[in-house]
């Protein structure tokens, strides 16, 4: 079982930064991919931005040129650097993890508790 501890959500005003962090218990070596999600209400689940073993990092379209995802040394924290924050990105973050498992082929989700996150006008 892998744990994903969340820190640094809060309330900002429009125009204004956070830094969110996120560290897995898992190994380094079974983690294929670390991320952010996020979920307003009334609304799906999405995509903020992913970052991949190797170094490939994927982005939302609304939140790129914004938001900065980055791995830690030990590559089993990821932070999410949000600059320019708009009140439509108000909602709860998730962190994700894609770890292997066992098999070296199988790949599981896993799930932060998450983090709030509230820009005002």
């Known amino acids: 079982q892998v744990q994903l501890v969340e820190s640094g959500g809060g309330l900002v005003q429009a125009g204004g930064s956070l830094r969110l962090s996120c560290t897995a218990s898992?190994?380094?070596?079974?983690?294929?991919?670390m991320g952010w999600y996020r979920q307003a209400p009334g609304k799906q689940r999405e995509l903020v931005a992913e970052?991949?073993?190797?170094?490939?990092?994927n982005y939302a379209d609304s939140v790129k040129g914004r938001f900065t995802i980055s791995r830690g040394n030990a590559e089993n924290t990821v932070y999410l650097q949000m600059n320019s924050l708009k009140p439509e990105d108000t909602a709860v973050y998730y962190c994700?993890?894609?770890?292997?498992?066992?098999?070296?082929?199988?790949?599981?989700?896993?799930w932060g508790q998450g983090t709030q996150v509230t820009v005002s006008s």
């Open positions: 970052s991949y073993n190797g170094g490939y990092t």
């Open positions: 994700n993890a894609k770890v292997f498992g066992a098999d070296w082929t199988s790949l599981r989700d896993y």
């Open positions: 898992a190994r380094f070596a079974r983690i294929n991919a």
